[in-house]
């Protein structure tokens, strides 16, 4: 991805290609988690504006994006929470007015997967 003072720049959802042009996705939700093709672009911050549109267009102001602060989402909106590893949102309930919390987590370790799944399940001895 673009290099910032010397250390590269990862987006949500976008992908550097070995050929050097970087490719966007997004995952839907609404099916499953089935991926979405959003295209190859010629930078990683097109890319990422991709996802975002796309992101936002799927969960609104619930939208976890790459550039938050060109959408006009509440302060202390789910946005304000965005980083590069992991983090979480609120997701509006359909019609009834309630709200369902989603969280979501990207875990590089099988290991600490194994022991959380653990102790929930300890927990609820």
């Not at 987006?11 to 988690?33: F, H, L, M, Q, T």
């Not at 997701?91 to 969280?103: I, N, T």
Request: contains cysteine.
């Amino acid at each position: 991805m673009e290099k910032d003072g010397g250390r590269e720049v990862k987006y949500r959802g976008v992908r550097k290609r070995p050929w050097g042009k970087y490719a966007a996705e997004i995952r839907d939700s609404a099916r499953n988690g089935a991926r979405v093709w959003l295209g190859t672009f010629n930078t990683a911050e097109e890319a990422a504006r991709a996802y975002d549109r796309a992101a936002y267009a799927m969960r609104g102001q619930y939208a976890i994006l790459n550039f938050p602060h060109e959408y006009n989402l509440p302060v202390g909106g789910a946005s304000a929470y965005t980083s590069g590893a992991s983090s979480s949102s609120h997701e509006g309930g359909r019609g009834s007015g309630e709200r369902r919390h989603v969280l979501e987590l990207e875990c590089l370790d099988d290991k600490l997967l194994e022991d959380l799944l653990d102790f929930g399940e300890k927990n609820k001895k």
